[in-house]
């Protein structure tokens, strides 16, 4: 069985490499929607379509980028793996799926059950 250090360090390289694969992402994208777009582009446009769909693209990869930089400053500040709500350690298996996880798999569970109900807005949590 791992150590709490030992899992750790492995997905503090997971993030590292995740980092790395979302950089290269964003640096595509955002080169993609340097492109020029006609502005009297009737709607349904080939181009149009795809610049939309690269934009939310960017704004999604940028969500991820900020999950797995928040998740790397919590390692250096030594609360990677720490609920950010009740404060208890996270589940070593959500970690290895979810290395960005900020919330242990109970908090994240009455969190949705509280966006669904409309008691809380659909926000991300702010992170350490």
């Known amino acids: ?64 980028h900020e999950a797995v930089q928040a998740a790397l400053r919590a390692i250096e500040k030594g609360k990677y793996g720490i609920c950010e709500r009740c404060g208890q350690e996270i589940n070593p298996e959500r970690l290895e799926v979810r290395p960005d996880a900020t919330l242990c798999v109970r908090c994240q569970m009455e969190i ?7 008691v809380l807005p659909r926000v991300q949590p702010e992170r350490f």
């Open 1 to 64: 069985m791992l150590t709490r250090e030992q899992i750790i360090a492995r997905e503090q390289q997971k993030l590292l490499d995740e980092r790395e694969r979302l950089n290269g992402a964003l640096e595509r994208l955002r080169e993609a929607l340097k492109v020029e777009v006609d502005v009297d582009a009737e709607e349904g446009d080939p181009d149009l379509v795809e610049r939309e769909k690269n934009m939310a693209l960017v704004n999604q990869l940028e969500r991820k």
């Open 112 to 118: 949705e059950k509280f966006i669904k109900r409309g």
